[in-house]
């Protein structure tokens, strides 16, 4: 991973998290789905009931034991680091380091309790506000991406994103039109106007087939923090943009939305699109 090099070695302050290299960053995130998948593998079009949030959301026994899972494996390498989760409560940690990990055990619940593959577990590291890490896990589909340092690896392999600069030529994608806000609908479908091809559902990843050169475009609005962490360096380490639907940072604080793409020039013409609705 980047910086891990016998001329260039690491220090805790250009290491991605001061207590590990780059590779070992990614080692231990990658890792994390030998955790979650058993969990979730076991449950998978099962007959368990499922409980319905106040938000109308699902959430099923696999969610909230694949999360304490993750929880207890990041805590014990982590001590003092933050975690928070979509099932349970946030822990603070001892506020020494600064570091955050968001988890989401099972992005695209609806999915998994209508028996559909395409489900996903999120991890993100957070230095301060800001995603620094990644680890979108695709449990079904025996797909994992990992971004650290400035690089994404998809089963370890380099994962790089298209070359296509324009909505004429490019695959785009959006979980659901009616988890769209109005203005971000209203761009959208100016996009599928102009787009080669428009592909809806996918959750967590279309972010992983953007890594991966797949799609080219996705624009999603209504999201929580922990849908967002775990996606952001795998789609930059894979050479991607991604922003909020105006363009600003993704941050802990506050971001709700994100437009992603595979080249600068893609996501240049989509923001003009998103800014002129």
């Known amino acids: 991973m980047a910086g891990d090099t016998a001329d260039t070695p690491e ?50 026994r696999a969610d909230k034991a694949a999360e304490t899972a993750l929880r207890a494996a990041i805590e014990a390498r982590f001590p003092d680091d933050a975690i928070l989760g979509e099932e349970h409560a946030a822990r603070p940690g001892s506020g020494k380091t600064g570091y955050s990990w968001v988890i989401d055990p099972i992005d695209g619940t609806r999915a998994f309790v209508c028996g559909r593959p395409v489900f996903g577990t999120l991890v993100g590291l957070v230095d ?19 971004g650290v340092g400035g690089k994404t690896v998809l089963n370890g392999a380099a994962a790089t994103t298209s070359q296509v600069t324009s909505l004429a030529r490019a695959r785009i994608a959006s979980t659901a039109p009616e988890a769209l806000l109005p203005d971000s609908l209203a761009a959208f479908n100016r996009m599928v106007d102009q787009a080669a091809i ?14 991966a050169g797949h799609l080219d475009l996705v624009l999603e609005d209504g999201l929580a923090t922990h849908d967002i962490m775990g996606v952001v360096e795998v789609v930059r380490g894979a050479g991607g943009i991604i922003t909020d639907k105006q363009g600003a940072p993704v941050s802990l604080d506050g971001t709700s939305s994100l437009l992603a793409a595979a080249t600068p020039a893609l996501h240049a013409e989509a923001l003009r699109i998103v800014k002129a609705v």
């Open 11 to 60: 220090t805790g302050r250009n290491r991605t998290h001061s207590q590990l290299s780059d590779a070992e960053l990614a080692d231990f995130l990658a890792g994390l789905s030998a955790v979650s998948r058993p969990l979730i593998c076991d449950w998978f079009r099962g007959s368990e009931a499922v409980e319905w949030k106040p938000d109308a959301s699902p959430v099923t």
């Open 198 to 211: 428009t592909v809806y559902g996918g959750d967590c990843h279309n972010y992983a087939l953007l890594a």
């Open 128 to 146: 301060g506000t800001t995603p620094v890490a990644g680890l979108i896990d695709m449990p079904m589909l025996d797909e994992c991406y990992v």
